[in-house]
T-cell receptor, first 113, second 114 residues
Framework: AQKITQTQPGMFVQEKEAVTLDCTYDTSDQSYGLFWYKQPSSGEMIFLIYQGSYDEQNATEGRYSLNFQKARKSANLVISASQLGDSAMYFCAMKYNFNKFYFGSGTKLNVKP | NAGVTQTPKFQVLKTGQSMTLQCAQDMNHEYMSWYRQDPGMGLRLIHY???????DQGEVPNGYNVSRSTTEDFPLRLLSAAPSQTSVYFC?????????????FGQGTRLTVV
């Protein structure tokens, strides 16, 4: 069975500082994908970043990077230079069987001015 | 480019009523799915489809039906609404059989069952 754990229900970060959102996963599959989505208060789901299970380099997309530690089964999202617009709910998700997504419970990030 | 279109955006139902949540995508994605989002529980998979005529159950299928007669459309039916089905529902689509492709989501439907 697949499992995604996000242990931080809520977090605060000061504007312009970096923040790490934790995600651990459990799977017996060798091939899987790890994704992060952002959900602002308006409710839409916005794709941020992807990491494949065979990728040796950590993924980066602008201010977002994914700290992938395969042996520890962790896929933490790092947001550098936080902005007020980063305040949102963040979901870690794992794609398995090449189609299905399994989501964590989310972390609510608040960026303080 | 519309992406994934979900209707309605809001809905209030009485217990026992039925309704259909509509979902359409214009990206020619083979894989479509429905999720419900509840506080503290993330998104949970209700039903999914890997192509027209093929559907299967997800994690929380009870009380919901789906069909997939075309590649574009994937409606979700609530047969007899219950207060436990009060939730936010998301439809999503993605390319099938590829790990590195993200899911595209509709705007969501906020459903309240009274």
């Amino acid at each position: 069975a697949q499992k995604i754990t996000q242990t931080q229900p809520g977090m605060f970060v000061q504007e312009k500082e970096a923040v790490t959102l934790d995600c651990t996963y459990d799977t017996s599959d060798q091939s899987y994908g790890l994704f992060w989505y952002k959900q602002p208060s308006s409710g839409e789901m916005i794709f941020l970043i992807y990491q494949g299970s065979y990728d040796e380099q950590n993924a980066t997309e602008g201010r977002y990077s994914l700290n992938f530690q395969k042996a520890r089964k962790s896929a933490n999202l790092v947001i550098s230079a936080s902005q007020l617009g980063d305040s949102a709910m963040y979901f870690c998700a794992m794609k398995y069987n090449f189609n299905k997504f399994y989501f964590g419970s989310g972390t609510k990030l608040n960026v303080k001015p | 480019n519309a992406g994934v279109t979900q209707t309605p955006k809001f809905q209030v139902l009485k217990t026992g009523q039925s309704m259909t949540l509509q979902c359409a995508q214009d990206m020619n994605h083979e894989y479509m799915s429905w999720y419900r989002q509840d506080p503290g529980m993330g998104l949970r998979l209700i039903h999914y489809s890997v192509g027209a005529g093929i559907t299967d159950q997800g994690e929380v299928p009870n009380g919901y039906n789906v069909s997939r007669s075309t590649t574009e459309d994937f409606p979700l039916r609530l047969l007899s609404a219950a207060p436990s089905q009060t939730s936010v529902y998301f439809c999503a689509s993605s390319y099938s059989g590829q790990l590195n492709t993200e899911a595209f989501f509709g705007q969501g439907t906020r459903l309240t069952v009274v």
